[in-house]
């Protein structure tokens, strides 16, 4: 399969993923380089050389199958497996995160939410328990976690996520707005929203300066 | 002020934010590089050099003091300026960005949302009015709004893009799965979840295969 593929080819994969399921959506088959690259805002030449990069296929002058290109970058993400998530706080972010339309479609399945707050302990989201926090440990010894998603304020974040590794959880998508420890074995990508927002911001004061 | 500042530096300076909001409220009144790099996991002279780029203070030996620190970045980022913020979509997602707390901190103020659904119409979401979709025009007719969170179905994005452009909004933070088409004057900052989520899929993937 692919050979070296650097970070910025990989922080793109999700890019010509999302690009190809709506030209899969629309009806589109076939696309060039040329035309993938105008979606997208990259060279012609960019996209030839990301794609021969994760394993290069599709015939020069041919363009490239919309759908077997999907599945072959599918399948780097690792969307051909099923996930398991769990979701720590049944606030507004981890409701949200529940009940996001794509996530269940590929292939992440949330089977519990966690909270502390008693009027949401034993109800559901959806169709997704909301257990007590107290419950954690036993669950985990239970069922089998790949992702967790932290959900909750950032004070309690990172004994949190202590909890998760000595439950076995080795993967955590962080929403919470800290920067958390963990050992190298755990991988831990973090959403800051508050980080987006401020760099709209930035952008907006300096463009007023240019 | 500041010169040239890399898109790097940029993106990093809501995390130096993040970090130095924290040791403010930890009751840190003065920070070494050699600690504040410690922290954000980069070298002292990466410090030193990012500090410099924007207009650097703070004595050699003494270190930063914090509050100053911060409010210079808040400056640089913008957020010692109030800004108007309208939300389209209160669905979860819209509802999530309505109730994080630190935005209204650090002066985002959201004065409206808009939904097109007849029960959440003329609701509200904590003290936030829900409008009518139809009334977006006449909304911004009447007020001025700095920035749209668009928080809607990809299927409506670039129309409501379209109609906020038209009425003079010019700043746009998009959690639509969806990358859209706006004039260059029109700044749009995109929160993709599912690519983040896919990210940390494909670290887990390759992981297991090292």
């Known amino acids: ?6 970070d910025a080819v990989i922080r793109r994969l999700p890019g010509y993923y999302r690009h ?10 076939q696309i060039s380089s040329q035309e993938l690259g105008k979606r997208m805002q990259l060279t012609p030449s960019q996209i030839r050389q990301d794609i021969n990069c994760f394993g290069g296929f599709g015939r020069q002058g041919y363009g490239y199958n919309v759908t077997e290109l ?31 339309p794509t996530f269940s479609r590929e292939g992440f399945e949330t089977i519990a939410m966690f909270d502390v707050a008693v ?14 926090m ?8 239970e069922n089998h976690v790949d992702i967790a998603v932290l959900a909750l304020p950032a004070a309690y974040a990172q004994d949190t996520l202590d ?10 998508w962080n929403f919470a707005p800290t920067d958390l420890n963990h050992p190298n074995e755990m991988i831990v990508v973090n959403v800051h929203l508050s980080d987006s927002l401020q ?11 240019e």
């Open 119 to 132: 009027d949401k302990v034993g109800g559901t989201v959806g169709d997704i328990p909301v257990l007590s």
């Open 163 to 172: 909890r998760l590794y000595a439950g076995g959880v080795r993967a955590v």
């Open 20 to 29: 190809l399921r709506e030209l899969e959506t629309a009806g589109v088959t």
């Open 199 to 209: 760099i709209l911001s930035y952008r907006m004061a300096h463009s007023e300066d």
């Open 70 to 100: 999907k599945g072959h970058i599918g399948e780097i993400l690792g969307l051909d497996r099923l996930h398991k998530v769990i979701i720590l706080g049944a606030g507004s972010i981890g409701t949200a995160v529940a009940r996001y």
């Open 134 to 141: 107290d419950k954690l440990e036993s669950f985990l010894g």
């Open 1 to 6: 399969m692919a050979g070296y593929v650097s």
